[in-house]
């Protein structure tokens, strides 16, 4: 080790043995002049001489010392030091300033760390799979167009590109319809309902999840025939079987037949928080090729890119590896594109939103500080000048004020990471908010790093402008004499402060219109017709399992279900809108036109009689399935929308439709017996597509089933209620997953819900703070101004023109920073667009709004003050300081 | 040569450590001391700055101190030099020199 590295690691030390140092030195120095008087005595000087001699070839004690402390130590960084001790004392003084300062800094900090946090583990960070940057998302339609039958492929598709790719060396599968079929769990414990997500053998392994316990899938899982086995994943492991690592190679009852569970997830399960948020996954099971092949479109890829391979070669060679199946199949394609944008590209502009909004908030902090500071820092001028007067340089006095401000900011930013870390808690915990990976939020390294950056950007934008102004030792002219002789303040103090308020009053205004338009989304889509009555509807899923007739068993269920009391109607249905999404084609039967000409893609339900009454879905013309409709003579339900579509200005009812899905190559004709209004499938932000219902008693394939009710009963009333009733038809149905429609139609809003609650809490506080500031700066300018209006009150102005002049001056430095915040709202309106439903980002109407509240609210600000004005006492004012 | 020199920074190590090598374990005064005394009357030598410089050389480990009773039997701090400190001097003399001669060559080209 070198001398130098032991000198840094001495001065170090010095710092904290500074009182041993001190110690020791002192004790030297007065053996030293002890030593020396006694030899200058021995050479022949009187006492007094010798000790006075020997003080003067010391040198100065003072001198010796500082010397000393300056060598041994690190000068600067012990004056900072001292520097916030200073700071610490001034805070501790001032309670009401500091408490105020440390709040709304918490606030701030704290707000930005949970956003950046939010961005960083949703957005900037790699998807937690391995080599996640080299993961491409394969889908058959355009990426955009967003039916889930569309997008997804078939079988046939995944096999050739495995085969043919020339880019990609690795395929992997999931079946995203299977995250709507449930099982029934018997055996321990209470039947159960379970939700279970087929995935190919292979897919946990490309991304690089390792299972808890035993294995995940094998390529003998996947063929034909192969028995059911199935991964646990760790909440049901845990809930149902007690985290008992002995469950695996034994087997649990899923629908009645003995299933062996070959593995349990990993706590963190990467795959599902990316690709299912909001679901709660209860086990997975492995894809089987020959099964899912006749379903046509079934199924996700992920592809794994070659060394070398671009998303250029990708997208070019796609298509080209599926040439074969393209030639008989012109509507099959293969698209390539990130799965980062592919799952989180939506996701980008909300959030880059939200930080944006966040570090308004922030910047907001930082003026508000800044301008208690500068009024704080008046009181403080004769201390400046005292101590420039004594010799201090401006540097000196700026680092001072700037430490002090830092030594705030740094304790406001330790106070707003504890607020960060219980804001980070509470969004982590929201299972029910679909927004990818928000169960991986946590306080880490990179949000605390960030933490300490902003604490540093902020006691810089707060402390610059105070440290500038007050360290000038000149430009206060004579502080000294003035503040004795108690004059009103300088000009450009309250100038600087002033700036400080407009900018504050234009972010503000910006945040608030941002919020409003936000705001208003919401409720119009609150507002938007779904074509089903979501309220008063609950959905039971309902599993017959091996039951021979599902149609006979699902009508005797409705017959109980019907005659419970508080039910008032009910019907079944195997796809939910919303929840499920499925989609078929089907033709016009037209004698004498060839089919395929007027095809539509439309979503597909099958449902039993009653069902569409009781979604509160109108029938606008014909009638609804009836328990007689058997198989021999084929009915269909369509929605308007299709009806408009293949019989434009005619009647639909009694046309014919072919399904190629049913009935193999020649397909099946059904006959349209009725017409019903549209349905939102996708959500109140999707507008409705085709739609058409088949009948249970001609069609019952489905797996599941959901048994809707409508009721004003409760979700856990009604659910015991069918407990009773069904007990006997079927004694193992577990009729554990209820829910009430509202809430999956909820959980579609659930990111925007989210973003507007954040973003009406950003603007909430910027308002507030701003009107804080507003008050603030013409408050101080009153009472440094209190002679003056004593004066002008003794020559004869009336309060009430004092009043009016006070606001006056409010209204002035509200109004430039409300146009300043139209201003940069207008231009900066982009961000906001495609957030909106139904307004629009320049809405006159919000501009108008916003522009009046804040204004009304900084008269109020102004007014407060200005009544103190009013009522100041000209004779006592003069006589003040 | 009337005037007294002050001594060019830097220097002072340099006599500290060369005092502790030639003369043993010293305190403070003593090492103030002795370079006055060879330096004679033609060095100004403040005498508390001698406890910087030692403060320097004892955090780069070229000395050590311990406390103890000196002649008069008081408690005295004492220096020692270590066996970096002997290969610091044997450096820093080098390195003195070197500048004195390229110093005082140039001087004398000059004249």
């Known amino acids: ?881 | 040569m009337k005037e007294k020199l002050d001594l060019l920074p830097g220097s002072l190590d340099l006599l500290v450590l060369h005092t502790l090598s030639s003369m043993g374990p010293m305190h403070g005064y003593g090492i103030a001391r002795r370079i006055e005394q060879v330096g004679g009357d033609r060095l100004i030598l403040n005498q508390g700055t001698i406890y910087a410089a030692l403060v320097r050389l004892l955090q780069s480990k070229w000395i050590e101190a311990e406390w103890g009773t000196s002649e008069n039997n008081r408690k005295a701090r004492y220096y020692s030099i270590t066996a970096s400190g002997r290969r610091q001097l044997a450096d820093e003399t080098e390195s003195w020199q070197r500048m004195a001669d390229v110093v005082q060559r140039v001087l004398k080209a000059a004249e």
């Open chain 1, 1 to 881: 080790m070198g001398s130098n590295l032991y000198r840094l690691f001495g001065r170090i030390r010095a710092i904290f043995a500074g009182r041993q140092f001190d110690a020791d030195l002192e004790e030297e120095m007065g053996h030293h002049l002890q030593e020396l008087a006694e030899d200058n005595i021995k050479s022949g000087m009187a006492p007094d001489e010798a000790w006075t001699r020997a003080r003067v070839s010391l040198g100065n004690a003072a001198q010796i010392k500082e010397l000393h402390r300056e060598v041994r130590g690190i000068p600067w960084f012990e004056q900072w030091i001292s520097d916030l001790r200073y700071a610490f004392r001034l805070f501790r003084k001032d309670r009401a300033f500091t408490t105020v300062a440390l709040v709304i800094l918490a606030v701030g900090v704290g707000l930005n760390t949970t956003v950046f946090s939010l961005v960083n583990t949703v957005l900037l960070r790699p998807l937690p799979f391995a080599q996640a940057d080299r993961l491409v998302w394969i889908t058959n339609g355009q990426p955009t167009d967003n039916t889930l039958s569309g997008i997804t492929s078939q079988v046939d598709t995944w096999e050739r590109l495995q085969k043919e790719s020339r880019t990609l060396d690795r395929i992997e599968a999931y079946n995203p319809f299977s995250v709507l079929q449930t099982f029934r769990l018997t055996g321990t414990g209470d039947p159960q309902t379970i939700l279970a997500i087929g995935v190919s053998h292979g897919l946990f392994g490309l991304l690089g999840m390792k299972p808890k316990y035993g294995r995940f899938f094998l390529p003998e899982d996947a063929l034909k025939n192969a028995p059911l086995r199935v991964v646990l994943s760790h909440p049901l492991w845990v809930r149902r079987f007690g985290a008992d690592p002995g469950i695996v190679g034994r087997t649990v009852q899923i629908n009645g037949a003995a299933t062996e569970v070959v593995g349990v997830m990993p706590p963190a399960d990467a795959f599902s928080s990316v690709f299912f948020p909001a679901v709660e996954v209860d086990l997975y099971t492995a894809v089987q090729n020959d099964i899912i092949r006749p379903e046509g479109n079934a199924l996700y890829l992920i592809g794994h890119m070659k060394p070398g391979a671009t998303q250029k070669q990708i997208e070019a060679d796609l298509p080209l590896a599926i040439d074969e199946i393209r030639k008989t199949q012109p509507w099959i394609n293969a698209y390539g594109q990130p799965l980062h944008n592919w799952v989180l590209g939506s996701l980008k502009k909300p959030l880059l939103f939200l930080w944006t909004s966040a570090a308004f908030v922030l910047a907001i902090v930082g003026f508000n500080l800044g301008g208690l500071l500068l009024a704080r820092g008046r009181t403080r001028r004769r201390e400046m000048a005292l101590r420039v007067a004594l010799g201090a340089s401006r540097a000196r006095i700026m680092s001072q004020l700037l430490t002090e401000c830092l030594g705030l900011v740094m304790a406001g930013s330790m106070l707003g990471s504890f607020v960060a870390w219980g804001f980070i808690h509470y969004l982590s915990v929201r299972t029910a908010v679909q927004i990818p990976l928000l169960q991986y939020l946590k306080l880490d390294s990179a949000a605390l790093g960030y933490t300490v950056i902003l604490c540093l950007i902020t006691a810089v934008v707060c402390g610059a402008a105070p440290a500038w102004r007050f360290s000038g030792g000149r430009q206060m002219g004579n502080p000294l004499s003035e503040v004795a002789r108690g004059a009103s303040s300088g000009p450009s103090l309250s100038r600087s402060r002033s700036v400080l308020v407009i900018l504050e009053v234009a972010l503000a205004f910006s945040l608030a219109v941002s919020a409003t338009l936000m705001v208003m989304s919401l409720q119009n889509l609150l507002k938007v017709d779904l074509g089903f009555q979501p309220s008063n509807l609950i959905a039971v899923r309902v599993d017959p399992g091996d039951q021979d007739s599902q149609s006979n068993y699902l009508e005797a269920m409705l017959d109980r279900v019907r005659a419970l009391p508080g039910v008032e109607r009910a019907g079944v249905t195997d796809c939910i809108p919303v929840e499920r999404d499925r989609g078929w084609y089907l033709f016009p039967v037209i004698p004498g036109k060839p089919d395929g000409e007027r095809g539509q893609g439309a979503h597909v339900r099958i449902v039993s009689s009653g069902l569409i009454g009781a979604m509160g879905t109108p029938i606008l013309a014909g009638r609804d399935f009836t328990r007689g409709d058997e198989k021999a003579s084929p009915k269909v339900v369509i929605n308007q929308s299709l009806a408009r579509k293949m019989w434009p200005d005619e009647d639909a009812i009694g046309r014919q439709v072919n399904i190629p899905e049913i009935g193999g190559e020649k397909g099946t004709v059904f006959t349209v017996i009725g017409v019903v209004g549209n349905v939102r499938s996708s959500g109140p932000e999707m507008p409705a597509g085709n739609e058409f219902y088949l009948t249970m008693n001609q069609y019952p394939w489905a797996v599941s089933w959901d048994l809707m009710v409508r009721t004003k009963l409760p979700v856990a009333a009604l659910t015991a209620g069918l407990r009773q009733t069904l007990a006997p038809l079927d004694p193992t149905l577990p009729l554990t997953k209820a829910r009430s429609m509202q809430t999956i139609v909820d959980r579609t809003l659930s990111s925007r819900r989210l973003l507007v609650f954040l973003v009406g809490g950003f603007a909430a506080i910027a308002i507030t703070l701003a009107l804080i500031g507003l008050y603030g700066v013409i408050s101080y300018s009153v009472s440094q101004q209190t002679r003056e209006i004593g004066i002008r009150m003794a020559l004869g102005a009336s309060s009430g023109i004092v009043q009016r002049q006070i606001v006056y001056r409010t209204v002035v430095l509200a109004l430039i920073g409300l146009v300043l915040g139209l201003t940069g709202t207008l231009l900066g309106g982009q961000l906001l667009r495609s957030m909106l439903y139904g307004v629009s980002s320049n809405d006159a109407a919000v501009y108008v709004e916003a522009t009046l509240t804040l204004f009304v609210c900084s008269i109020g600000a102004g007014y407060l003050p200005a009544r103190r004005a009013s009522r100041i006492d000209p004779a006592m004012a003069l006589r003040a300081e």
